[in-house]
């Protein structure tokens, strides 16, 4: 049974970073990508960044403040964020897409950033 377990989350002032992880266990697929998605109050989930096997890619709202990055040894994908900001509030979820097309996520971890 695959699952994605996130962590990292918490209350951070403006300004200030955290880094989430997403351990990966179950899965012996083939995949396209994983990367980290979010989704604020009262709208829709959006991607935040992903690896792909051209590489990673980063939306424009948080370019220049997260990177992401993976540990295969630990089957873990992190999102360091830094220069975070009030508007990047929302549950952040780690996503995994196999070559099949078939998406898993995790159940989320809460980012806060207080002004």
């Known amino acids: 049974q695959v699952q994605l377990v996130e962590s990292g989350g918490g209350l951070v002032q403006a300004g200030g970073s955290l880094r989430l992880s997403c351990v990966v266990s179950?899965?012996?697929?083939?995949?396209?990508?994983r990367g980290w998605y979010r989704q604020a109050p009262g709208k829709q989930r959006e991607v935040v960044a992903t690896i792909t096997y051209g590489g990673t890619n980063i939306a424009d709202s948080v370019k220049g403040r997260f990177a992401i990055s993976s540990d295969n040894a630990v089957n873990t994908v992190y999102l360091q964020m830094n220069g975070l900001k009030p508007e990047d509030t929302g549950n952040y979820y780690c996503?995994?897409?196999?070559?099949?097309?078939?998406?898993?996520w995790g159940k989320g971890t809460l980012v806060t950033v207080s002004s």
């Open positions: 179950g899965s012996s697929f083939r995949l396209n990508s």
């Open positions: 996503n995994i897409k196999t070559a099949a097309g078939v998406d898993y």
